[in-house]
């Protein structure tokens, strides 16, 4: 059964960091090549660097990251990092990591490689419905993702714009934007209407030349969609309160909990390349 069509498209060659838009990519088990490539580790806690942490980390929602040269097979891609101000880096310069301390006030090392069990801060404001309200803690990331990467979960992150479409409905105040929640692709959906990626979960979609994700989870949602990002994103606090209030699916890797969410993750069965357009459809159906 068709779902949609490929919307767009988008790869983050840096862990928080603004991201590019592609028009087509490949996907491998490991995701869209060169995505979360890379990330700055704190050198104090050997903590992986993320906004989840605003308070030490939320700046680096205003850095955008692109590949410079890359090509399919890379271990070590070339990544620009256009900074706040708009000065330029290059991930290999000699310098980056003092820039990076000069930026965060902190000592902060660029790294392909993650430690090992790697493991993020994350801070969660006091809303209503969210299970770990004004909680802050560290957890372990990519537990649903091949060893050796920086996703905070899975390889691959979907949403449809049927969710985004609900999601201004119930925030009509709110400035909702799809870069807000990071995702891999974006699937429009034109005839669909809610969050519908939650009844795909468990399901299986083809897309593009071959390719099968599996979906596992609903996407938990965190304190980093309520942040300001770049310059026409301003913070939004409600923005939580919003999804917590009309979107809390169980998570299955969390045990069924009722969690805030919007989007879905996803595995890779099969690789394979996907396009701006390509039709995207249900398994089975």
């Known amino acids: 059964m068709s779902v949609g ?11 928080s960091m ?6 087509e990519t490949t996907v491998t088990e490991r995701g869209v090549p060169g995505d979360r ?17 605003p308070r030490r980390w939320g700046m680096l929602l205003d850095c955008q990251a692109r590949l410079v040269g890359f090509s399919v097979g890379s271990t070590t891609p070339a990544i620009q990092i256009t900074l706040p101000d708009g000065r330029t880096l290059e991930s290999g310069q000699e310098d980056i990591n003092e820039r990076f301390a000069q930026l965060l006030g902190r000592s902060v090392t660029l790294s392909s490689v993650p430690p090992p069990q790697a493991e993020t801060e994350r801070e969660y404001p006091d809303v209503v419905g969210l299970p770990v309200s004004g909680m802050f803690f ?12 920086f996703f905070d979960y ?4 979907l949403l449809t714009t ?7 409905r ?13 995702p891999n692709l974006v699937i429009a959906t034109p005839d669909a209407e809610g969050f519908v990626e939650n009844d795909w979960v468990g399901r299986t979609l083809l897309l593009g030349d071959g390719i099968r994700l599996r979906v596992t989870d609903p996407t938990p949602r965190c304190v980093i969609p309520t942040l300001p990002q770049g310059i026409n994103l301003p913070r939004d606090p409600s923005l939580l309160r919003t999804i917590a209030a009309h979107n809390r699916p169980p998570i299955p890797t969390l045990g069924g909990v009722n969690w805030p969410s919007i989007g879905v ?18 398994a089975g159906d």
């Open 162 to 168: 049927a969710s985004m479409a609900a999601l201004r």
């Open 265 to 282: 993750y996803a595995t890779v069965e099969h690789g394979g390349t996907v396009r701006d357009g390509d039709e995207v459809r249900l």
């Open 170 to 182: 119930v925030a009509p105040n709110s400035a909702v934007d799809l870069r807000r929640f990071r």
């Open 138 to 149: 560290a957890g372990q990331i990519g537990l649903g993702a091949p060893s050796g990467t």
């Open 5 to 15: 069509r490929i919307a767009t498209i988008w790869r983050y060659p840096v862990k």
């Open 37 to 53: 490539s890379m990330a700055l580790l704190d050198c104090e806690t050997g903590k992986v660097a993320s906004a989840k942490h």
């Open 154 to 157: 899975a390889p691959i992150h």
């Open 18 to 23: 603004g991201g590019e838009e592609l028009p």
